[in-house]
């Protein structure tokens, strides 16, 4: 048996109540009073299928969107960076959220001089634990 959601059931029920009995009444209700009852669980659930087709038209609107967006703000970032009067290492392109080229290249170099240090030491080890014999 499929599993169903709740106003599946309630239609389930509603469509066997009329196709058997539709004249008969349970727990005092009328196959009209269940139908009333049962009617705003279709209605949300329809609101909600309507609510999640919106959703995602509007999440594939935003993504097309920020495809041109995205574009846009590497055009003008660009042209920031080749401005002669703004430049790389200007204020605007800080402000814009943007490193600096002259810290950018500050920051690798002290990398690679971090990264040589720590090949030399491991290296140092190595020779280390060789010479007593630690390491083959």
Same mark, same amino acid.
């Given at each position: 048996m499929t599993r169903r959601?709740?106003?599946?059931?309630?239609?389930?029920?509603? *469509?066997?109540?009329?196709?058997?009995?539709p004249e008969k009444a349970f727990f005092r209700m009328s196959l009209l009073d269940f139908s009333v009852i049962v009617a705003p /669980? *279709?209605?949300?659930?329809?609101?909600?299928?309507? !609510?999640?087709?919106?959703?995602?038209?509007?999440?594939?609107e935003c993504e097309q969107a920020d495809s041109i967006t995205r574009r846009a703000i590497v055009q003008v970032v660009n042209g920031v960076k080749g401005d002669p009067d703004e430049g790389e290492d200007g204020d605007l392109l800080s402000a814009m959220g943007y490193m600096?080229?002259?810290?950018? /290249?500050?920051? !690798? /170099?002290n990398a690679r001089k971090r990264s040589a240090q720590a090949r030399?030491?491991? /290296?140092e080890t190595l020779g280390d634990e060789q010479r007593l014999g630690l390491k083959q």
């Open positions: 959601n709740l106003h599946e059931k309630a239609m389930l029920v509603i *469509g066997a109540w009329r196709d058997r009995c /669980s *279709g209605t949300a659930r329809e609101r909600i299928a309507n !609510l999640k087709a919106q959703l995602r038209e509007a999440i594939r600096k080229h002259t810290v950018r /290249s500050e920051i !690798l /170099s030399r030491r491991k /290296s």
